[in-house]
């Protein structure tokens, strides 16, 4: 069974994978913005997209790929226990 | 990551909480004025409404902070409807306001189905766009199409698509006050704020986001005087690009000319900021990224995220699991759209769709280099974006000269009106001399160095973005308004009052003087319907000087038009009566009176009286002057200049049509850079294949290598070191022939409004031989004439040319010095012509 915590894990890993790849030493919290502060860009929103389909094995529609359900990881984590049930 | 959007004015866990106090209000507002004042002052978009609006903007933030937040949204309509009414007319703003009630409701309404929505804005912007092409016309609703068509071009869609998938769905007011924000007026054409973005961010108590956007004016102002000084100061004149090093600087400088760009935008986000959107920054630092995916990161992220959200996601979900190289098929289709969408703006602007090749292929070059960029971005695992060690620091800044000068290359073939001459400009960048090659070497070290320190700066900008920060601003905003006041710059000091007037007005430079003026007579050369106006004319501006072509005949050789005789035109606010001779000016019998002194005129704009009536003309005036103090020798002044007339030109009026009028005295009026534009007039008829008719202007057009098919840069280019040739044989022409005819010559070196530059030295230098004989003087300069306050004196639409006080002011200057040589002439035995 997916619950928060496994999902929260899996993509503070992705994400900290991705911001490494990058050079920057950000420590992300559940709660630091990562669209609106512009450190996610429109590129790893949409590899994001690709890991939590692959992974939880959810869909996602192209209007859905904003700030409303990626901000954070609280944000995202609850975006993807809604599409779960 | 934006350091700007990580900033913090006060405690962030306040931000959205902070009571509403004077503590706060009084010095924002105080900073607000200073800003606007100082930004009203230096009129930064003359064809524009920005300095419409201006002047409400900190009555706005006023009412705006103080309203209770239910209340907000509807003063934000308000004050929307109060700068329609400002900025139209009674009928085109009622026009604007049905529109933009007619959109809202259209997308608000349940009782369509969204596809069928979609349908009808389409058709109600089509029916816009049959006004703006002059299709469909009105006596009373011509502005209304070019504003209604930007605002609601890209609004519109945003509107339908968050209409569609946001909850929960945003009311009728919203979209109204979303379509007349009152900066939308100012920058039309693109939404500053997305749709979303403006339901879920707005909160007029943001004190952060007001200090914020105050910042953002500030630099806003800043940068676009930066842009100014560049402008007038380092780029050099393309039509006088020689050597390899004039060109990298011009292909430098020019790319710099984007601050103008981000200037507005800074504002615009500034000025949302004041009303209480806290918008993320665009072109942070634009001109200082590594590679293409830093400018990804920080161009017109407006423009990127509508083009995201809008057209790549819906294009890249339908085909990813369908092909293979899904992210780079939907680049490139994402790409074209955004092409056309810069198109069609341009519509709007222009009336007319297009799109050039050389847009096109920088579009193309640009997108390819960016999607290429980020799609290597996982294997770019050592990026040491933050390595402290000095080498990696020259490293970085190399990345970034070199970004920069890849850009430029970019920028100029953006700039280019076609691949030729794209191709021409590149060409000089080759160093024709040791010398040179050596200049062009010392001109990209000093661009080095200049982005080292530039670097620098900008990766210690959080400094200035602290609390403790404020009283600077507050010291900048008092000196840029007490600069730019024209009240306060008088106390101010010569040596600073002299060199920042040039910044602090909107001045052009040669070359976009010359364009504007052969851009205005060719455009009323044009077959193109009248429907098709540049967005500066369909906006007030510019109205006094449209109109003209109904009173030209429209010739194919360099005389290239002449007023129609014996009839009246009317135009916006002024009158053009001409007399039988075709002559903007009285009758006068073709034979002279033996008791009169008869005096003919040769000139352009300024000698016609463009914008006046007959009457205020300095030549009527003058005339009038004359014959009351000199009663003793009645004068009579002919007055046969006409709009857009150069040297080549008055020397066919003055053989063709004002010696048949046997003038006693001519004068030849000339102005600043008169020189300049003869290079420019030259090109425009070389590129109409129109007749030159005088053999050595074919000669220099043969020895030019100009040619017809040459674009109009290359054309100018070719012909600019001609222009002292071309001014030197107008002039001793005509000097012959009045020699030959007892015709007394005298040029008058007329200063133009808004302009210091004084190239009189080059015109007194020509005089043939000195003429004992004369009874006038070879060259009068009037300087002075406008007494150091040009702005008093020009047209309020068109402050380029003199109002009727400003010709009082030339015809009480040429009365002084012309009387004495009036007073004491005596006729002399003449031959006959």
């Known amino acids: 069974m997916t619950d928060a ?16 790849g990058l050079g920057s030493n950000i420590d992300i ?55 779960l049930k | 990551m934006s350091s700007d959007s990580n900033s913090t004015f006060i405690n962030p866990a306040l931000q959205h909480h902070e009571q509403k106090s004077l503590r706060a209000f009084i010095p924002a507002l105080l900073m607000i004025v200073l800003l606007t004042g100082a930004a009203y002052s230096m009129d930064f978009e003359p064809g524009s409404s920005l300095n419409t609006i201006l002047p409400i ?42 529109c933009a009630s007619v959109f809202a409701g259209l997308i608000q309404t349940q009782i369509i189905r969204p596809k069928v929505k979609l349908i009808l804005g389409i058709l109600l912007l089509f029916l816009i766009a049959l006004f703006r092409t002059g299709l469909l016309s009105s006596p009373f609703i011509s502005y209304a199409a070019p504003v209604a068509g930007s605002l609601l071009m890209f609004r519109g869609i945003l509107m339908l698509y968050e209409q569609h998938y946001y909850q929960p769905a945003s009311t009728f007011q919203q979209k109204f006050a979303y379509i007349l924000l009152l900066p939308n007026f100012a920058f039309p054409l693109f939404p500053i704020i997305d749709y979303k973005l403006f339901l879920n961010n707005y909160n007029p108590s943001n004190i952060h986001a007001i200090q914020k956007g105050i910042r953002r004016i500030l630099l806003g102002i800043l940068q676009l005087l930066l842009y100014r000084t560049i402008y007038l100061h380092v780029l050099p004149l393309q039509s006088e690009l020689v050597h390899s090093s004039d060109a990298m600087l011009y292909l430098l400088s020019s790319y710099l000319l984007v601050l103008h760009l981000t200037g507005l935008i800074w504002m615009a986000t500034g000025y949302m900021g004041i009303i209480g959107f806290d918008l993320p920054p665009a072109f942070n630092g634009v001109f200082l990224v590594e590679n293409f995916r830093a400018i990804w990161r920080r161009i017109n992220i407006y423009w990127r995220e509508f083009m995201m959200k809008i057209f790549y996601y819906p294009i890249y979900f339908r085909f990813r699991k369908k092909l293979k190289h899904a992210v780079l098929i939907s680049a490139g289709i994402t790409l074209t759209i955004s092409t056309i969408m810069h198109g069609w703006q341009w519509f709007w602007l222009q009336g007319v769709f297009t799109i050039q090749t050389t847009t096109l292929l920088y579009w193309l070059i640009l997108g390819s280099c960016i999607t290429y960029s980020l799609s290597r971005q996982e294997q770019d695992k050592n990026t040491p974006d933050n390595n402290s060690s000095i080498r990696s620091f020259f490293s970085q800044t190399l990345s970034v000269f070199l970004m920069y000068l890849v850009m430029s290359v970019l920028w100029s073939l953006w700039s280019s009106s076609s691949i030729s001459e794209w191709i021409y400009f590149m060409k000089k960048l080759v160093p024709d001399s040791s010398f040179d090659f050596l200049m062009t070497v010392a001109l990209l070290v000093t661009l080095y160095l200049i982005l080292l320190s530039g670097k620098k700066i ?38 600073i009052q002299r060199p920042a007037s040039d910044i602090l007005q909107p001045i052009l430079n040669a070359d976009d003087r010359n364009e504007v003026t052969e851009n205005y007579y060719s455009r009323m050369l044009s077959t193109e319907g009248k429907g098709r ?16 072509d109904n009173a030209c005949i429209i010739r194919n050789d360099l005389v290239v038009r002449e007023l129609i005789p014996s009839r009246t035109t009317q135009l916006d606010g002024w009158t053009i009566i001409t007399n039988s001779a075709g002559m903007r000016d009285r009758e006068y019998a073709k034979e002279k009176s033996a008791d009169k002194l008869r005096i003919a005129v040769l000139g352009g704009s300024y000698e016609m009286g463009s914008g006046v009536n007959q009457e205020y003309v300095f030549e009527h005036v003058l005339e009038k002057m ?42 030849c009026f000339i102005h600043p850079s008169d020189a300049r534009r003869n290079s420019n007039y030259l090109a425009q008829l070389i590129k109409n294949g129109t007749d030159l008719i005088y053999p050595e202007l074919y000669d220099i057009k043969t020895r030019s290598g100009a040619d017809q098919n040459m674009s109009m840069n290359e054309l100018k280019n070719r012909l600019s070191p001609y222009n002292k040739e071309i001014t030197e044989w107008s002039m001793k022409r005509m000097e012959a022939f009045c020699s030959k005819l007892s015709i007394e010559l005298t040029y008058i070196y007329l200063p133009a409004l808004f ?33 150091g306050t040009p702005a008093k004196f020009g047209l309020k639409n068109d402050p380029s040319h003199p109002n009727a006080e400003g010709h009082r002011k030339i015809a009480t200057a040429l009365y002084q010095k012309l009387s004495p040589y009036i007073r004491n002439y005596k006729r002399p035995n003449k031959t006959t012509s």
């Open chain 1, 5 to 20: 915590s496994t999902i929260k894990s899996k993509v503070r890993h992705f994400l900290n994978e991705q911001f490494s």
């Open chain 1, 29 to 83: 919290q559940d709660d630091t913005p990562l669209i609106s502060s512009r450190l996610m860009d429109s590129i790893i929103a949409l590899k994001l997209v690709n890991y939590l389909e692959d992974n939880f094995n959810i869909e996602f529609e192209a209007h859905e790929v904003d700030q409303d359900n990626l901000d954070s990881i609280n944000i995202i984590t609850n975006f993807v226990l809604g599409k």
């Open chain 2, 57 to 98: 903007l900190p009555a706005v933030f006023a009412f705006h902070y103080w309203l209770p937040k239910n209340t907000a949204v509807y003063f934000l309509s308000f004050s929307g409807i109060v700068s329609s009414y400002l900025i139209l007319d009674v009928y085109n703003a009622t026009a604007l306001l049905l």
């Open chain 2, 458 to 495: 900008f990766e210690r900008k959080s400094v200035f973005e602290k609390r403790n920060a404020i009283p600077l601003y507050f010291f900048a905003a008092l000196v840029l308004f007490a600069v730019s006041n024209p009240y306060t710059q008088r106390i101010l000091p010569n040596y």
């Open chain 2, 533 to 548: 106006k540049p967005w500066e004319a369909i906006l007030k501006r510019g109205e006094a000087r449209s109109g003209l």
């Open chain 2, 626 to 667: 004359l014959q009351d103090s000199i009663p003793s020798k009645p004068t009579e002044i002919l007055n046969f200049a006409v709009g857009g007339y150069h040297l080549p030109q008055q020397v066919w009026v003055l053989e063709n049509k004002a010696a048949s009028f046997q003038p006693d005295v001519v004068l």
């Open chain 2, 755 to 787: 302009t210091y530059e004084d190239d009189y030295d080059q015109y007194v230098s020509i005089q043939n031989q000195s003429n004992e004989k004369s009874s006038f003087p070879y060259i009068i300069k009037l300087d002075q004439v406008y007494a």
